[in-house]
């Protein structure tokens, strides 16, 4: 073994930028209804679309504050912008995105990263996609890649089919936020029988201090068709704390296969509150592959609902906790057909004082009969000032079904550090090989320029740690 | 099968909400001739009874559902007329018998080795100032449990097994509750004192009373075991549920477990229409250690609602606990586990397992493994947890001995249950309980035989 010894630098200062932008449209800050009807209207959006924001925001006033986690109760709801426009219309082409916003995009590094293998990229500044591109061959083969906003006018029917009935608006607080007040995100819409040939990326930022970003996204994949979508996320950091809602929903049709992968990393002011699900019909296959490093607090629990006879559910969901940070993460499967299989895997890291918490629900539905499933949580805790929770609910309402659930929590093992140390590391280095092979279940996962990345953004953690 | 046509349809009420009626009025029945220091206990309770919500854990709200409970006419025993307890029929090879029916003690009988090593089985209500100190200790009864202060406001009888430093009692003490009267509602406490270095072996029964009757209206049973380990001492406790499938139970047990002390719990949940029981461990001591294993046969519509606590305290202590559950027909578990492991509790070793088996389709079984944890310093943390059917292979290698498919199907499902009938340190005990076990299956399967021939 040749031990490369580079020697990491932090490397945050490379995410933590902001460029001051002269927003064209906002709303003034707080909720009300008024505010609900002006983003709808800023939207010049169909009258059910403005009906279906504002029950979800008469929800979202009634519906109480989640009290199973804390910490919530910081948002001060009043602060937050919730819709702010960039720039006027959509983009079609790089070379019509302002110069400013652009520029951020290349610190981000998204032109390089299109030129080597990005089939397209849908990239969310504040509120709004201000850019999109979608390769000629995509439109081709009939794949519809663009923000939300742009497919509820240009794609009504598909739109209004599936849109929110993944995740209704009641279905808890922060969707209902998210469904008043929702903007920008992406739409995915593949064709039956097309397989899109490369991983579809989009990244999000958010930018400005105290903007909510709420945005949506739809990804409806038809039969016998196959997509795998690619979401990463970095943050400008601010001295005071920002809301990101999101909602996302995934509609796999019969026969069909979808992949969402994130790397989520924003920065340590975010609290990151999304509802990410799941629709799986007879013999799909649905994979969440989930990240999380960043944000203050991230309260996300990807979910797959089996509703079709055959179909499977696989999710892998790592979660990087520091100082600070309260990562309340997991995954669901829910089987509401027979035959269905499900795999769930989490793998957490805490350090520095901070809370790794596994959440996950696996449930079997009366008539989902033959149902096989699995949950593997592991926790790593690289100091006792840290904390690691383990909270797996299994509800099992069939008598055939086979279930089997592990979870181990403990510390870098002495011995292997030892060893590695003997074999010429330093102590730093060896732990860090250590928790990235303890993740490698996850990186091996990625596309490899985002395995590369994400063993940064960990080494980087690890730096921090230590030094 | 028909419900009784005559009786009303219970109100709708909230899954955490016991139908049982209870008013502050209940607290002046007690205070006559009984000590200040107890009334302003008792009222202590009943604050935190009403103030509490009916699930105190926020992870486990989703899954408490009271609603089997039909208490609305139950009356909870306040003062019970004079005893005239026994102490004939001490069997050979136990140690002492307290037994209490419906409230009343009628036997108390220790052998003549037991009360030379110094051994007191007593009513709680013979000399309450002598356990003062246990009866007031706060962390003897789950603070956080509307239930278990529901009890330590309103209990009417209690025991006392007191077995004192370096007293070694190897056969065991009996302590049976025969209860069922109809529409009673009694609570219950029961205190265990293991001295220094002193080992003992206690067999907690819970049956049907001489009143009792499974077919009229139900009654409610709530009692405590409040477990004091000194250091170095050894316990182990069996317990055998068997109570009429109209009794509601509430079980709560705590242990505070000293420097190298050790428990031992087997605890067989058979019985009763709803069972709620909760066990506190508390590693406080160096190097103590708890081993926990429990069963769950169920069948009809009964609901085990089973919780346990453990939480690690002291350095290099160990927590083994096992739950396992097999269900017939229309029944349920809840199982609740929660492994605490605090900053100072370094070198802990700590294992959760909890398993189902749905015999039915009806069935219903839900596991909540949790884990928190502080100091990642320990030799072990994990838990285990997996629901399957009765093993095909298992089941074709016992066919191809000869042994016909629903004979083998019982000795799976029996052998499944086999860790906690091991446990029962009582030869009786534990050919009753295997009995049961038998019974329960030929009864819950016959069921289901008969549906599917009809």
Known sequence: MTATREIVTDQREKFAFHDDITYLRETSRGLTRATVEEISGFKDEPEWMLQFRLRAFEHFQKRAMPTWTDGLDRIDFDKIVYYRKPSEREEKSWDDVPEQIKATFERLGIPEAERKFLAGVGAQYDSEVVYHSVREELSKIGVVFMGTDQALKEYPDIFKK????????????????????????????????????????????????????????????????????????????????????????????????????????????????????????????????????????????????????????????????GKGQHQDTGAKAIHLAPNTRSRIVSKSVSKDGGRATYRGQLKVSPGATNVVASVRCDALMLDDQSRSDTYPYIDIQEDDTTMTHEATVGKISADQVFYLMSRGLTENEAQNLIVQGFLEVFTKELPMEYAIEFNRLVKMEMEGSLG | MTAPAARPRPARRALDELSLPVDASLLEGFAAGEPDWLTADRRAAFDAWSSLPGESNLLYTPYIDLRAAQLDEAHIVVRLAPDGASSEGLPADVAGLIEVTDGRLSTVALSAGARDAGVVVRSLLDDLDAVRDELTDVTAIAASDKFAQLTRAAWSQGVLVDVPAGAVIDRPIVVRWAVGSVGQALFTRTIVRVGDGASATVVEEFVAGPHADPTAAQSLFAGTMEVHLGAGAALQVASLQELPTNVVAFEHRAADIGEGASLQWALAQLGGRLVRSRVDNRLVGDRSSVKQVEIVFGSDEQLFDLSSFTTHIGK?????????????????????????????ANGTDSFLG?????????????????????????????????????????????????????????FIVLGFLEPVVARVPLASAQDRLRELLEEKWIAGTDGVAGEAAA
Request: charged share 20%.
């Open chain 1, 162 to 321: 599936h849109f929110g009935t993944v995740v209704p608006p009641e279905d808890n607080k922060f969707a209902a936020l998210n469904s008043a007040v929702w903007s920008g995100g992406s739409f995915v819409y593949v064709p039956k029988g097309v397989e899109v040939p490369l991983p579809l990326q989009a990244y999000f930022r958010i930018n400005g201090e105290n903007t909510g970003q709420f945005e949506r996204t739809l990804i409806v994949v038809e039969e016998g068709a196959k997509v795998h979508y690619i979401e990463g996320c970095t943050a400008p950091i601010y001295a005071t704390d920002s809301l990101h809602a999101a909602v996302v929903e995934v509609v796999a049709l019969p026969g069909s296969k979808v992949r969402y992968t994130t790397i989520q990393n924003w920065s340590n002011d975010v609290y990151n509150l999304v509802t990410k699900r799941a629709h799986a019909y007879e013999n799909s296959t649905v994979e969440w592959i989930d990240a999380n490093t960043g944000s203050r607090k991230t309260v996300k629990f990807p979910a797959i609902y089996l509703r079709g006879e055959g179909a499977t559910a696989d999710i892998i969901s790592v979660a990087v906790a």
């Open chain 2, 316 to 344: 290099d202590t160990t927590g083994d606990l096992l739950s396992k559950a097999a269900l017939l027909e229309k029944s349920r578990t809840y199982l609740k586990g929660l492994i605490t492991i605090e900053r100072s």
């Open chain 2, 354 to 410: 909890e398993f189902g088996m749905n015999l039915s389709k009806a069935a219903r079984s839900v596991a909540i493994p949790s884990l928190e944890i502080d100091q990642p310093d320990c030799r072990r943390a994990m838990h285990s947890s997996s629901v399957g059917p009765i093993d095909e292979t298992q089941l074709f290698y016992l066919e191809s001995r000869g042994i016909p498919p629903d004979e083998a199907r019982k």
